[in-house]
Structures are given as structure tokens and as C-alpha cells.
């Protein structure tokens, strides 16, 4: 799609794989927020900025994930504008290796990692240390802390247009990934309450359709959240490896993997399930025979 799309005055997005944010500055200027998934994306959010004469002064990402961040390199390279990024997430942003790193056990990463939705070039990044109020290429914005989907994970507040990030999905997003990535379940609970207590009176998630009816994506959210979590621990009826877990949930869920990418993506978010369930003290985890093995408490 070309071109920006209007929210309010001054409060644009670009629509896309990923939606990136661009919003006016009181100088004429604009702050941009996520930078999607390549330099194309940048291309593309530079292009919609000259079309409404808007320069821009800053960048900020929402979390570290290489979707969000892709366009950066090009952005910088051509404007030296500064990027912002929550605390943790921006030491990704200098090492992007990190992430199919931390996919693949910590271990040098599989080259079939080594792609677009996984990887991005590396961008400077100042710290935003915390949420709350922020003054930024003198436009006042809040940030909200929305962990969970990612280690760190910072939602921002303009106006009452809320760009969500990743701690919620569009609807039609959920359907076609029942299993959503997922680091900390608990934190991804709070974040979606977050969202809805925000007073904002339009949510852009960082994946699907914009929309105004924010309980009802909130309702969604959470609701997509508990079906897999159930999906999860129902596979640990029977005693379990975490790859046998992994594969009747997705059966369960109708979830196909065909690649390398999508196989450690889901087996992180069960990951994060399985964790989650045991300390709610559902389920348990046992060494035998060399196997990590997990059943119902
Ligand atoms: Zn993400």
C-alpha cells in the first residue's frame, strides 16, 4: 500500500506487514515509530514523509523483534536522525544477531535464521530507561511498558492515538496465528490490560487493522492468550518432551511449520506457556533418561 494513512491531524501510519507510525512534531517535523521489516519499508516511510512535508527528527522502536526495526539502517544512514528503544531491547538493536541467537538455545545461530523476520542490520539506539512521560523531538508523548510478546516492549502514547506494538493482535492477525509469539505469558495478560486501560480512543497494533473498539481486541487478545495456554497444557495430559508438547500443539491448533523460522518461533512461545503453567503449578518439569519431560501436576 502507498502512502500514509490518516488517524487524526497530525497522526499518520503506514499500513504494511508491519504498521509504522509517523506523527508531526510541533517544528513541522515527525517522529516515526517502528521502521518495518527492510529498507524498503524505510524507503517507503521517507517517501510518505516528503509527500505530507514532514522531515523526520526521530525514530522509535517498540521492542527489538527484526520486523520492526528493518527499516532503520536506511533511515539513519540517509538522515542521521537518533533511534530510541526500551531498555534491553536496544542492546539487541546493536548486536541484531541476538535474536536468531536466543532462538537457537543461545547457540550460533542456523543460517536458515539468518533472515529479513529475524535479522536486520544494526542501528544506533538511545535508552529509553523507563516508561511515563516523554519529551521527544519536542513532541509529548507517554510510554507504556507492554512486555510480554517481547522481553521489553514499549507501547507509546500520542494524543489519544495509541500505537500498541506488539502486546496486541488485529483480530484477523489471531486467526491466522493461533499460537502468537510470546516471551513472559503473565506479562503479555498485563500488557493487554495496559492497552485497554490506556484511555486512548484509537489502537494501531503493530499487526493488523486499527480500530477504535479497544475492549473488544483487548477481549480477543486475552482470549487467544488462554486458548493457547489450554492448548498447551492439555498436551501435557500425556507426559511429554517439550518437541512432542510443541507438536500436539500443533495439531490441536491446526499449525503448520514449514521452516526452520516458524519451528523456533512456535517452540519459544510454548516455551514461555510451559514456564508459565508450571508456576501457576499446573504442570512440572522432570529430567529422566537424559529427557526434559512435562506433565500435569
Ligand atoms: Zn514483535
Redesign the pocket.
Known sequence: MAGLTKIQHGIYYLAGGVNCGVVQTPDLGCLIIDTGNSEDSGKKLLKGCKELNLEPRAIINT?S?A??YGGNAYLVEHLEIPVYAPIFEESILHYPLLEPMYLWSGARAHRELHNKFLLASASPAKVLNEPGKRKIAGLELILLEVAG??HMQFAVQVEDVLFAA?AVFGEAILEKHPLA?MVDIQNAKDAIETIRHSKANVVVP?HGQPTTNINALCDANQAALERASQAVLSACSDVGTTPEILERVCAMLEIEMPDLTRYVLNQTAVLAHLTYLEEQGLITHQIIRNKLIWQIH
Open positions: 521492542h523483534h520486523d520492526h510478546h517481547a506488539d509469539f503493530g
